[in-house]
T-cell receptor, first 117, second 108 residues
Framework: KAGVTQTPRYLIKTRGQQVTLSCSPISGHRSVSWYQQTPGQGLQFLFEYFSETQRNKGNFPGRFSGRQFSNSRSEMNVSTLELGDSALYLCASSLDPWGALGTDTQYFGPGTRLTVL | ELKVEQNPLFLSMQEGKNYTIYCNYS?????LYWYRQDPGKSLESLFV?????AVKQEGRLMASLDTKARLSTLHITAAVHDLSATYFCAAGADGLTFGKGTHLIIQP
C-alpha cells in the first residue's frame, strides 16, 4: 500500500507571496490533517479535513487555509507569507482518527520544507 | 486547553540500559499516541493507547497509559543504537497536541 505523499518536498518563497502544498493520503483514508513543525514551537495542529469538510481547526491565523477534494487529496494554502511561516509542514492521513472506532492512527507523510526569505 | 509535557527532553544513555520517558497531559484525553522521528524524516507511529491501563509492546519499547494520573510512559529495555531518535507523545480528541519531544541518543 502506498504511503502518504506530499508535494513539493522543498519550497523557497519570499515574504508576501502565497504557497500551496499538496497531500495525497493513503488509499481509502478519508481524513487528512495538517501540522506545522518548527524548532521553536514544535508540532502544532493546523486543521483536519474529513470527507471534504473541515472538521477541526487549530489556533492559526486565517492566512492558513485548506481544502479537500472528492478523492481525499488535500491542499493547504498560506497567503501573505511571513518569515515565521518557515517550517516543515506535515500531513497525516487516517480512516477516521476521531471517530467511534478510536483505533485509527495517523500516518504521516514526508513533509514539505518551506523556507520564507 | 490541552497541554502535553514530556520529560526528559534530552536523554543520552548507553546501550544495554533501561530507561523511561514520561508524558503528562493536562486534561482528559481518550487516547494517547507515541511517535518516533529520525533526523530529517517524518513521524512514524509507534503506539496508540486507548484505555486506562493499556499496555503495548513492540520489541524493546513498551508504552503504558494511566488516564487517572494523565500519564503515559514509554519504556526502553536494553537500549540499542538503532533506537536513537526523537520520541513524541501526543493526545487529543479533535486534533493532536504534541509534547516537545524527547531527543534520545544511545551510545555504544
Amino acid at each position: 500500500k502506498a504511503g502518504v505523499t506530499q508535494t513539493p518536498r522543498y519550497l523557497i518563497k519570499t515574504r508576501g507571496q502565497q504557497v500551496t502544498l499538496s497531500c495525497s493520503p493513503i488509499s481509502g483514508h478519508r481524513s487528512v490533517s495538517w501540522y506545522q513543525q518548527t524548532p521553536g514551537q514544535g508540532l502544532q495542529f493546523l486543521f483536519e479535513y474529513f470527507s471534504e469538510t473541515q472538521r477541526n481547526k487549530g489556533n492559526f491565523p486565517g492566512r492558513f487555509s485548506g481544502r479537500q477534494f472528492s478523492n481525499s487529496r488535500s491542499e493547504m494554502n498560506v497567503s501573505t507569507l511571513e518569515l515565521g511561516d518557515s517550517a516543515l509542514y506535515l500531513c497525516a492521513s487516517s480512516l477516521d482518527p476521531w471517530g467511534a472506532l478510536g483505533t485509527d492512527t495517523q500516518y504521516f507523510g514526508p513533509g514539505t520544507r518551506l523556507t520564507v526569505l | 486547553e490541552l497541554k502535553v509535557e514530556q520529560n526528559p527532553l534530552f536523554l543520552s544513555m548507553q546501550e544495554g540500559k533501561n530507561y523511561t520517558i514520561y508524558c503528562n497531559y493536562s486534561t482528559t484525553s481518550d487516547r494517547l499516541y507515541w511517535y518516533r522521528q529520525d533526523p530529517g524524516k517524518s513521524l512514524e507511529s509507534l503506539f496508540v493507547l486507548l484505555s486506562n491501563g493499556a499496555v503495548k509492546q513492540e520489541g524493546r519499547l513498551m508504552a503504558s497509559l494511566d488516564t487517572k494520573a494523565r500519564l503515559s510512559t514509554l519504556h526502553i529495555t536494553a537500549a540499542v543504537h538503532d533506537l536513537s531518535a526523537t520520541y513524541f507523545c501526543a493526545a487529543g480528541a479533535d486534533g493532536l497536541t504534541f509534547g516537545k519531544g524527547t531527543h534520545l541518543i544511545i551510545q555504544p
